[in-house]
């Protein structure tokens, strides 16, 4: 099964991928408006909120949690090792 | 030939997850490798030929689990109605690795930062199908109004409590089979109108 490389999340149903998509390897949630992928900076931005409002962390904790996950994701794999 | 050794390597690399599993489970994250390596009917070396580092074989344990639990969570979201069944089959999951959860959330500070970091992925992952049960519940007027993370932290919080002290509440037996419903009627009652 394949698993998001933005996010990680298990993409299992054609719903799941970007666009319906089965093919695209980033999921529903780590697409844009146009069907592209998000940026770094967009998905961390993203991720931040999404830990703050659903988890009430402190705004820093959560981006440092969010950039930690990211690291460990093969999409943003080059963004880290500039 | 060359795949059939693959596939032994595999498997060996297996059988130490599940020995290592096994060991951190009922002796914690400080537990000995050879211990393990008992545990696995290997030598110790053949643990360090897989896992040089111990922060490898954490991680790689971590990472095994939480992918495990995440798409146990992911299924469970996508077939789940209502607060009930979310909150039923979370406990539901959780109760199988029992063990194992209660060690990741007690003696967190003694794994890996990369550990620490798939571990906190985890509850962002039952956080993340929590608010969308609890957000299409509101709106149905079913639940009150609360917001996202107050309701998961005091779920979470009421999990977490009965866990870290379950030589207090259920020293002889699993805890989540025993105090599952009360936890989940008792959530329930506060959060629903």
Known sequence: MKTCIACGMPMKEAADFAGGDPEKDYCVYCARPDGTMQSFEEKKAGMTEFIVRTQGFDEKAAAKQAEDAMRMLPAWKEYFER | ?193
């Open chain 2, 1 to 193: 030939m060359e795949s059939k050794r693959q596939l032994q390597k595999e498997n060996t690399r297996r059988r130490i997850m599940e020995a290592a599993y096994q060991v951190y489970s009922a002796q914690g994250f400080t537990a000995a490798t050879a211990a393990i390596a008992k545990e696995a009917g290997i030598s110790h070396g053949a643990v360090f030929v897989h896992f040089p580092t111990l922060n490898e074989l954490l991680t790689c344990l971590t990472q095994d689990f939480a992918d495990r639990l995440g798409l146990e969570l992911h299924e469970l979201t996508e077939k789940s109605g209502d607060m009930e069944a979310l909150l039923k089959s979370h406990l539901d999951i959780l109760s199988r690795y029992e063990d194992f959860y209660i060690r990741l959330i007690t003696e967190k500070s003694l794994l890996p930062e990369d550990a620490q970091t798939i571990l906190a992925g985890l509850q962002t992952t039952a956080a993340y199908h929590f608010s969308q049960v609890l957000d299409r519940e509101i709106k149905n007027r079913t639940v009150k109004a609360i917001p996202s993370h107050m309701a998961f932290n005091t779920w979470l919080g009421l999990v977490h409590y009965y866990l870290q002290n379950k030589d207090s509440f259920s020293p002889e037996g699993p805890l989540l089979l025993r105090y599952g419903p009360e936890l989940t009627s008792t959530f329930l009652n506060l959060i629903q109108f």
